[in-house]
């Protein structure tokens, strides 16, 4: 006799809280981790909740669902969102030139010729735009001082613009793929387009009509904010006011006061903070279909691998959507998700997914760079939310 549904679904669910506890308190118990906040929704409804660790060891201030954290690159699928909702009022169009915005922003291919930028080449990375921490010390986008967002409180966005145009694009736009500035760009063009600041514009695109409080480009209370720390033995170390971490990719800069000052440029690539519950109700839009923000038919181009099939030479059985990686072949990929899964993190410590297939969406907000994005923690976290479905 089978059980009831009910029933069924409690004990699936009691596995995988079981399963996630452990994951969570491996990565504390390792020192891996310093604290984290997970929440897990299936269709719609949250089935796993939990604020682990501490906000603030020095302090000794506990982790609590509504800390806030540096979002790092959670900020790009808001941006996404608001650039989707101006492209649906015809306001920007995907094929437009980014020079019907920002006439002086206009990068040189590599042989000096002259290039194309369009919107959607932001939307997908594939500009030929770059970061400083893809590239070694010395690099060209590290000797023009051009700021990744994250580092340099108080450059003012015009000026990051000019020293991104002054270096060569890395590739002809459209002919293939690197993650790259190109969100902060859409940012200058989003401003150009509503007349207002990136912040003011995110606010009433996507943030105060989901009724997000947290969520924004500077913190409402600084007594709610997760400290920053990174990777180091026997455990992680908290960032000063500038860090240096060295990553598979490169050096990557870190200011964690940048966020307190307010002439620092609203960074559409890395600029935000909020909290768990709020990135929960911005990805769960995008799994419902997009209500109140988008229609469905743009969610569902949004989902699909609009970078002509360039980012799966560099990451096989994956390509990138407007805003997000989406898994184009599991397997090839190495993962449990299923095909279509969009997935992303944050380089302060974030990963989170949404299956549509299992109706799955995962937020995993951590105070700890790397390895809340690329460590350990990420992999035993989404092996056991497989592994008790």
């Given at each position: 006799?089978?059980l009831p549904l009910e029933t069924a679904n409690a004990d699936r669910n009691s596995l995988l809280a079981a399963a996630i506890d452990t994951a969570i308190a491996s990565a504390l118990d390792e020192k891996r981790l310093v604290g984290t906040v997970v929440l897990v929704a299936r269709d719609g409804e949250?089935?796993?909740?939990?604020?682990?660790?501490?906000?603030?060891?020095?302090?000794?201030?506990?982790?609590?669902?509504?800390?806030?954290?540096?979002?790092?690159?959670?900020?790009?699928?808001?941006?996404?969102?608001?650039?989707?909702?101006?492209?649906?009022?015809?306001?920007?169009?995907?094929?437009?030139?980014?020079?019907?915005?920002?006439?002086?922003?206009?990068?040189?291919?590599?042989?000096?010729?002259?290039?194309?930028?369009?919107?959607?080449?932001?939307?997908?990375?594939?500009?030929?735009?770059?970061?400083?921490?893809?590239?070694?010390?010395?690099?060209?986008?590290?000797?023009?001082?051009?700021?990744?967002?994250?580092?340099?409180?108080?450059?003012?966005?015009?000026?990051?613009?000019?020293?991104?145009?002054?270096?060569?694009?890395?590739?002809?736009?459209?002919?293939?793929?690197?993650?790259?500035?190109?969100?902060?760009?859409?940012?200058?063009?989003?401003?150009?387009?509503?007349?207002?600041?990136?912040?003011?514009?995110?606010?009433?695109?996507?943030?105060?009509?989901?009724?997000?409080?947290?969520?924004?480009?500077?913190?409402?209370?600084?007594?709610?904010?997760?400290?920053?720390?990174?990777?180091?033995?026997?455990?992680?170390?908290?960032?000063?006011?500038?860090?240096?971490?060295?990553?598979?990719?490169?050096?990557?800069?870190?200011?964690?006061?940048?966020?307190?000052?307010?002439?620092?440029?609203?960074?559409?690539?890395?600029?935000?903070?909020?909290?768990?519950?709020?990135?929960?109700?911005?990805?769960?839009?995008?799994?419902?279909?997009?209500?109140?923000?988008?229609?469905?038919?743009?969610?569902?181009?949004?989902?699909?691998?609009?970078?002509?099939?360039?980012?799966?030479?560099?990451?096989?059985?994956?390509?990138?959507?407007?805003?997000?990686?989406?898994?184009?072949?599991?397997?090839?990929?190495?993962?449990?998700?299923?095909k279509g899964t969009l997935k992303w993190g944050g380089v302060y410590g974030h990963s989170w997914f949404i299956d549509p297939v299992n109706g799955l969406t995962v937020v995993a907000l951590t105070n700890t760079t790397l390895e809340g994005m690329w460590g350990k923690f990420t992999v035993d976290l989404?092996?056991?939310?497989?592994?008790?479905?």
């Amino acid at each position: 006799m089978s059980l009831p549904l009910e029933t069924a679904n409690a004990d699936r669910n009691s596995l995988l809280a079981a399963a996630i506890d452990t994951a969570i308190a491996s990565a504390l118990d390792e020192k891996r981790l310093v604290g984290t906040v997970v929440l897990v929704a299936r269709d719609g409804e949250i089935i796993y909740r939990r604020a682990a660790g501490l906000a603030d060891r020095e302090v000794g201030l506990a982790m609590r669902e509504d800390t806030i954290f540096r979002l790092a690159s959670i900020t790009k699928p808001i941006v996404t969102i608001a650039a989707m909702r101006l492209v649906e009022q015809a306001r920007i169009g995907l094929d437009d030139p980014v020079t019907r915005w920002l006439p002086e922003f206009r990068p040189r291919l590599p042989d000096g010729g002259e290039a194309t930028i369009r919107i959607r080449h932001l939307l997908t990375h594939t500009s030929g735009l770059g970061y400083s921490f893809s590239e070694e010390d010395g690099g060209p986008y590290i000797s023009a001082g051009i700021s990744d967002g994250l580092d340099q409180p108080g450059l003012p966005l015009a000026e990051n613009l000019r020293r991104i145009a002054s270096v060569s694009l890395r590739f002809a736009p459209g002919s293939d793929w690197q993650y790259s500035l190109a969100m902060d760009v859409l940012g200058g063009v989003i401003e150009a387009e509503t007349g207002m600041p990136l912040g003011e514009a995110i606010a009433e695109l996507v943030t105060r009509p989901l009724g997000l409080a947290d969520t924004a480009f500077s913190v409402r209370d600084r007594s709610r904010l997760a400290a920053a720390y990174m990777d180091a033995s026997p455990e992680p170390t908290l960032m000063g006011e500038n860090a240096l971490v060295m990553s598979q990719m490169g050096p990557i800069r870190f200011a964690p006061n940048r966020i307190f000052d307010p002439a620092s440029y609203h960074s559409g690539g890395a600029g935000m903070a909020g909290t768990a519950t709020d990135v929960l109700s911005v990805l769960e839009t995008i799994r419902r279909g997009g209500a109140p923000l988008l229609s469905n038919e743009t969610v569902q181009t949004m989902a699909m691998d609009q970078a002509g099939g360039h980012r799966q030479q560099h990451e096989p059985g994956s390509g990138f959507g407007f805003g997000w990686s989406v898994i184009t072949d599991p397997a090839e990929a190495g993962v449990p998700f299923p095909k279509g899964t969009l997935k992303w993190g944050g380089v302060y410590g974030h990963s989170w997914f949404i299956d549509p297939v299992n109706g799955l969406t995962v937020v995993a907000l951590t105070n700890t760079t790397l390895e809340g994005m690329w460590g350990k923690f990420t992999v035993d976290l989404r092996q056991a939310i497989y592994a008790a479905l």
